[in-house]
């Protein structure tokens, strides 16, 4: 096959598969929440009983990251996860495209909302993991007042996730020297910033590795410096999937002392500690199919690799706590 070819097929690829996504985001808008959901678990259920690499790792996340847990609690827990993690993309659609007041109206409740009240004078940074609907708490951060969200520019959707971000009149800020410029600006003026603070970064500058759960991860320190910066406060925010389509719930929690430490270990650390706060109030909804460990400390074994079943990856657990 030519270069020319392979070029060419890619692009057809790409395309067919942003029209895909399209197609099944506005199929999603159109469905009640509920079917949504029930089709959500269908799929999880497919990834449970279908050896998998997304069953694999989040077996292996969990294992490395929960130890207290027994394998068949491990287990179960994945289990649970993977029908969440069916019900999570299947229902980023409808939050995407349907009309944002019917959208914020799935907001039950919100505990600890006195956190998300600015300081005379400063801004807020606000920190959203991969946990429940982060798409709808990122709409939610916007409504409280003018707000720039720190963006990931995707492969697929993009035109698509950007509009539907910007609904509450969110700023986009992409992840550029540039985008961070935006952020600072918008801290300067008294106004939010938000960020997925559980996200590896692929550069060098501006991360180390520092303890997620015992385990060494890869660990942004941008929101060290813009707290230094600016002298914002930080805290942690995410939307709880209510079961029974019943809605989403959310949470919002103060960051742990240090997250503006000098010292960049003991910020991200902090940082750590933050997102294990949230990830153990409704375990069954993080993203734990995602190689959050995929960046290894030097001397350290990589942990996505072996084999699918699960008979062959709880022993493989042990032995990576051995060796981390």
């Not at 070819?5 to 808008?29: E, F, N, V």
């Not at 946990?131 to 007042?145: D, F, I, N, S, V």
Request: positive net charge.
């Amino acid at each position: 096959m030519t270069k020319k070819t392979l070029s060419r097929w890619r692009r057809l690829r790409l395309k067919t598969t942003d029209g895909i996504a399209r197609g099944l985001a506005q199929l999603s808008a159109r469905l009640p929440l509920s079917l949504i959901h029930r089709v959500g678990t269908a799929v999880g259920w497919i990834f449970i009983h279908w050896p998998n690499r997304q069953r694999r790792n989040a077996l292996i996340n969990i294992g490395l990251c929960l130890p207290e847990l027994s394998p068949p609690e491990q287990t179960r827990l994945r289990d649970r996860n993977l029908v969440e993690f069916g019900k999570t993309y299947l229902e980023i659609g409808h939050l995407w495209l349907r009309p944002v007041d019917q959208v914020h109206a799935l907001v039950r409740e919100v505990r600890g909302a006195q956190l998300l009240q600015r300081q005379p004078g400063k801004g807020l940074i606000v920190l959203s993991p991969h946990l429940g609907a982060w798409e709808l708490a990122g709409l939610h951060l916007a409504r409280q007042g003018p707000t720039a969200i720190f963006y990931k520019p995707q492969r697929y959707l993009d035109d698509l996730i950007l509009a539907a971000r910007r609904r509450s009149g969110a700023e986009l800020a992409p992840i550029t020297a540039r985008g961070i410029r935006v952020l600072v600006q918008a801290l300067e003026r008294g106004d939010y910033v938000g960020v997925l603070p559980d996200q590896e970064p692929k550069e060098n500058k501006g991360a180390c590795f520092a303890p997620l759960f015992g385990i060494p991860a890869f660990t942004m320190l941008l929101v060290q410096r813009l707290a230094r910066r600016t002298g914002a406060p930080v805290i942690f925010m995410f939307a709880e999937r209510l079961p029974g389509a019943a809605g989403f719930r959310i949470h919002c929690l103060p960051a742990p002392e240090g997250i503006d430490s000098a010292d960049d270990l003991t910020a991200a650390t902090a940082l750590n500690r933050g997102i294990e706060q949230c990830v153990r109030t409704c375990p069954d909804q993080y993203v734990w199919p995602y190689k959050r460990f995929r960046r290894r400390p030097e001397s350290q074994p990589g942990i996505y690799d072996g084999p699918l079943s699960d008979a062959g990856v709880l022993p493989l657990i042990e032995q990576l706590r051995q060796s981390l």
